[in-house]
């Protein structure tokens, strides 16, 4: 047997003893379990082949500083198993030849949905790019793993779920009102825009392109400010290279899907930056539970290594009118205490309450941040941290980096 084919063997017979492991566990616990935060990652291995693995973590197990790093030892590992796997558990792992890389993570419901990308590998080009579906709820699926409709008979309704194409890398994918949005661009600059609804059909429907013609693409996908979701509304930011420091703010309402998309009256730019400080940033949106016409929004400063935190007034019509800045939250020391600390990619989810939970990427090492804030109607804004976990991968020379997807509470 070949080096490439014993390496994959390895692989999936970790895999699997990994994904038994869980089983076990999640048969063990309660009728009413607490949500877990799901943890998705894209990796990049040695000679260009792409990863994609789920970790999850009890939310409870959030809201304990602890300082040591847990080692996470992943299926592409030589090493001895770890005990992280009562803090940090894999779900799913998925890798080869045929899965592209700088695919986007989004869900549907219960599911973790896995489209777009494109092969690292050249001559892969011209091979068809699958969507994987990963079914969070065991009562579904009691073997959770990526499925996809490709190569996959007589696949089940809920992984019916067609593939994005033609080359897509990195769509921006949520969920409004049951139907899975995607936000992309090829490699040519174009945008486009899409929505996949289960109940009517399995195709992916255009909507009404963005009002310009071509877009920034990077190697890793569409170069969007940021995307967001407000109630019915999808908001883009985009940087007008005419003027530097100023973004177009670009919003489509999707209960009102023949509407074409309109640009909103631009707010001082020295307010909107504090926002969206990075060209690449994404930003987790939040209901007040007294104020309909007023939303928090989280995002972070790569630069100055600070989560911002910003006001969003909204017009009669649910359209952003004023934004601005309130806080600035800095990271545990912990974080920052590291060799050269810089978070190379983040992402965000709301836990519940006004409880709100940061991952980032840092070389090797995933960290967790947890925090829970309080906003008075006077407008002022306080911070308690909750907790925060260290986890360094264990890569044995193979692993050449990690990006997070995104992370999702199911």
Request: negative net charge; contains cysteine; glycine residues 6%.
């Amino acid at each position: 047997m070949g080096g490439g084919a014993s390496f994959r063997a390895r692989a999936k017979k970790r895999a699997e003893e990994s994904r038994k492991a869980y089983e076990a566990r999640e048969r063990k616990k309660p009728d009413e379990a607490e949500p877990l935060l799901y943890l998705c990652t894209f990796e990049i291995y040695h000679e260009g082949l792409a990863g994609y693995r789920v970790q999850v973590i009890r939310l409870s197990d959030l809201f304990i500083p602890s300082d040591t790093p847990i080692t996470i030892f992943g299926p592409k590992s030589q090493a001895p198993k770890s005990n992280s796997t009562e803090v940090l558990r894999q779900v799913a792992f998925l890798d080869g030849e045929h899965v592209p890389g700088h695919m986007g993570f989004g869900v549907l419901g219960s599911r973790i949905v896995l489209a777009g990308g494109w092969f690292l590998n050249p001559w892969m080009r011209h091979k068809p790019k699958p969507t994987y579906v990963l079914e969070t709820d065991q009562s579904v699926e009691p073997n959770p793993r990526f499925i996809s409709t490709r190569g996959t008979p007589n696949p089940k309704p809920p992984y019916m779920i067609p593939e994005l194409e033609p080359e897509k890398p990195r769509p921006w994918m949520r969920e409004i009102d049951g139907k899975l949005y995607a936000l992309s661009g090829d490699d040519m600059g174009y945008a486009a825009f899409e929505v996949f609804d289960p109940k009517t059909d399995h195709v992916w429907a255009p909507l009404p392109k963005l009002p310009i013609r071509k877009l920034p693409i990077g190697i890793d996908g569409l170069s969007l400010s940021s995307c967001a979701v407000v109630g019915t509304k999808i908001l883009v930011t985009l940087t007008l290279d005419s003027r530097v420091g100023v973004v177009e703010i670009l919003c489509f309402d999707v209960a009102h899907p023949e509407r074409s998309w309109t640009t909103l009256e631009e707010p001082p730019w020295w307010q909107f930056h504090s926002v969206f400080p990075d060209f690449y940033n994404e930003v987790l949106v939040l209901d007040l539970e007294d104020d309909d016409c007023e939303k928090l929004l989280f995002t972070y400063d790569f630069e100055y290594c600070q989560i911002r935190v910003s006001s969003m007034k909204l017009s009669n019509e649910g359209e952003p009118k004023c934004i601005q800045p309130l806080d600035e939250i800095d990271l545990p020391d912990e974080f920052k205490n590291l060799d050269d600390f810089l978070a190379t990619s983040y992402s965000c989810a709301h836990l519940g309450g006004r409880r709100v939970c940061f991952s980032f990427v840092h070389l090797l090492t995933l960290l967790v941040f947890t925090f829970e804030f309080s906003y008075s109607t006077s407008g002022i804004f306080s911070v308690k941290a909750l907790g925060h976990r260290l986890f360094e991968y264990y890569s044995n020379e193979e692993l050449r980096s990690i990006d997070l997807g995104g992370c999702f509470v199911l």
